[in-house]
């Protein structure tokens, strides 16, 4: 089993950049493909972005592309977002997820406590 701690939310400017990352322990996360979620209030939670066990496969949600960034270090067992050209609509809780599925959509069973991405404006 995993256990998964997001960090790096907070707030944001419109066209700003905010890094998010996602602390695994327990096990390793090379074992696992990982993502992120988010949900703004009164919002059901969407799929964010994904990334493959190795980190050569990615895949985002199509209002996210071009301006995130889905990474991993598994030597730190760390998972990131790089957002970027940040918009209102971005404000949201985000959520770390892990799957042992080979699929990068999922479905997900591990999921972290969320961070808060708030907009500023």
């Known amino acids: 089993q995993v256990q998964l701690v997001e960090s790096g939310g907070g707030l944001m400017q419109a ?21 992120w979620f ?33 990474s991993r270090d598994n030597a730190k067992n760390t998972l990131y977002l790089q957002m970027n050209s940040l918009k209102p609509e971005d404000a949201a809780v985000y959520y770390c997820a892990a799957t042992s599925q080979i699929f990068l959509r999922g ?12 907009d500023s404006s």
């Open 15 to 35: 066209g700003g950049s905010l890094r998010l990352s996602c602390a695994a322990s327990g096990r390793t996360v090379n074992g696992y493909v990982m993502g």
């Open 38 to 70: 988010r949900q703004a209030p009164g919002k059901e939670r969407e799929f964010v972005a994904a990334i493959n066990r190795s980190g050569d496969l990615t895949t985002y949600t199509m209002s996210v592309k071009g301006r995130f960034t889905i």
């Open 107 to 118: 479905p997900y069973g591990y999921w972290g406590q969320g961070t808060q991405v708030t």
